[in-house]
């Protein structure tokens, strides 16, 4: 299985989030593959950049040498824009960072702390 984190997953592994941490370690002794959105690469990396964290800069650096990175796609765009419609209408709108970082791949997500 492929797990696409999230901005929050990957900042409490950062944080070292103990849950999050072994969940994260069990699937990779599974056999499964983690991957970020460039969106997700670039809010870590803005963030930690900003804040001149030089010691979770080096550890991300580290995890993204075992993660895959995925680039968006004109279909991620459309998929996108259809889920925003859909939400949209219903009242709940979701920012642009959400949907992109969500979008794009046929992974299971992993990364809302209500499924851990």
């Known amino acids: 299985m492929i797990y696409s984190l999230d901005t929050n997953i990957i900042s409490a592994l950062l944080r070292g ?3 999050v941490t072994r969940r994260w370690r069990y699937e990779r002794t599974q056999g499964n593959q983690s991957i970020i959105s460039i969106i997700v690469y670039y809010e870590i990396k803005r963030g930690l950049i900003a804040a001149n964290a030089t010691a979770k800069l ?3 650096e ?3 040498s075992v993660l895959s ?3 968006l796609t004109m279909e991620d765009a459309e998929e996108a ?3 925003y419609a859909e ?3 219903q009242g709940t709108p979701v920012s642009d960072a959400d949907l992109l970082s969500g979008t794009g791949n046929s992974a299971r997500i992993y990364g809302s702390y209500k499924q851990h």
């Open 87 to 89: 939400c949209k209408k």
């Open 17 to 19: 989030d103990d849950k």
């Open 58 to 60: 080096k550890a991300f």
């Open 81 to 83: 824009s259809l889920i």
């Open 62 to 64: 580290r995890l993204y």
């Open 69 to 71: 990175v995925e680039t």
